[in-house]
């Protein structure tokens, strides 16, 4: 299955290189999410920046987190799919690298959505008990 399945009227928020790392804390409350793509201008990716690198960059930093800024803990080596990628590409990414939050670029390499573990995960549910209601249903019907 495409990606594009996945993400279909899923939104994707931005933040810039120049923001606080206050306000990225703020904003991943807020919308309950787990990552902010980095993007200057809402269409090119600079980075990608997580929960996760505000929990790695803050020991040892707490009196200094109104002088973070989201340029100082992003990641900038992003990993991207297409809407034509497929889910098992992304949970193989997703595994091997570790990452928990894919952005989505289009043709022209702009970006367009997000996909994040919890999409592919759902989605590989979903698709697991559909085998397992049609096996119980081939095994009812004694064929």
Known sequence: MKIQSLIEN??????????????????????????????????????IVSERDVVRALPGKFDMIEDLYVRDIMTVDVYTCTPDSTVAEMMELMTSRRIRHVPVLDERGDLISILSIGDVVKHHVS?????????????????
Do not use: W
């Open 10 to 47: 899923k939104r994707v928020r931005t933040i810039t290189p120049q923001d606080s790392v206050k306000h990225l804390v703020e904003c991943l409350n807020t919308f309950h999410i787990g990552a902010l793509v980095v993007s200057s201008n809402g269409k090119s990716i600079d980075g």
């Open 127 to 143: 698709e697991i008990l559909l085998e397992i209601q049609a096996l119980k249903d081939y095994v009812a019907s004694g064929n």
